[in-house]
């Protein structure tokens, strides 16, 4: 890659030399248009089919073309990298909240649950509060019972804190501490 890098600068600086060299003519005798200087005719028509005056233009238009296609392919690069940025910014962003949507359902189900054990052995001793949420959570595992938290405390019939409507007013205010 370098060695095409040199290459193509040590093309540039000899197509600007040359195209300089070409531009501003030659200081020899051959340039100049002194009559006193004897050219055979053989040899003035040789030089008359030497045309130089188009070669300038197409050194600069292939120069041009070329540098336009490396700026028009720089800036598709530059385009699809910054398309690439974007699309990952916001594949992480998508990531974050759905981590941050799963923390917070997970910690609303803690508070639930807290909130029940707290209703419905609140007075007992540790043994019992931890019997209330192994019931909880043995139901969430079991395939006869739904499969949420919520929806095992909220069942029909199950906890009576969740029927009289104790458990939620105990959420509300955060009482369950």
Same mark, same amino acid.
């Given at each position: ?26 200081? @020899?005798?051959?340039?100049? %248009? ?102 909880v959570m043995n139901r969430v595992? @079991? ?6 938290? @919520? ?8 906890? %009576? ?15 369950y501490t």
């Open positions: 890659m370098k060695y095409n890098k040199n290459r193509r600068i040590m093309l540039s600086l000899y197509l600007a030399a040359s195209s300089a060299t070409l531009l501003t003519g030659f200081t @020899s005798l051959a340039a100049e %248009t002194d009559s006193s200087i004897f050219m055979p005719k053989a040899e003035s028509a040789v030089y008359a089919e030497w045309d130089f005056s188009d070669i300038p233009q197409e050194i600069h238009t292939e120069i041009l073309e070329k540098t336009e296609n490396a700026a028009r392919d720089a800036k598709d690069a530059y385009l699809e990298k910054k398309e690439q940025e974007r699309k990952a910014a916001e594949e992480a962003e998508r990531l974050a909240k759905e981590q941050a949507a799963r923390e917070a359902a997970a910690q609303a189900d803690k508070e639930l649950l807290a909130a029940l054990i707290f209703c419905e052995a609140g007075n007992q001793p540790y043994e019992g509060q931890v019997a209330v949420g192994a019931v595992k @079991s395939g006869s019972y739904p499969d949420t938290i @919520s929806d095992v405390i909220y069942q029909s019939g199950q906890f %009576t804190p969740a029927m009289t409507g104790w458990l939620d007013s105990v959420l509300a205010s955060g009482g």
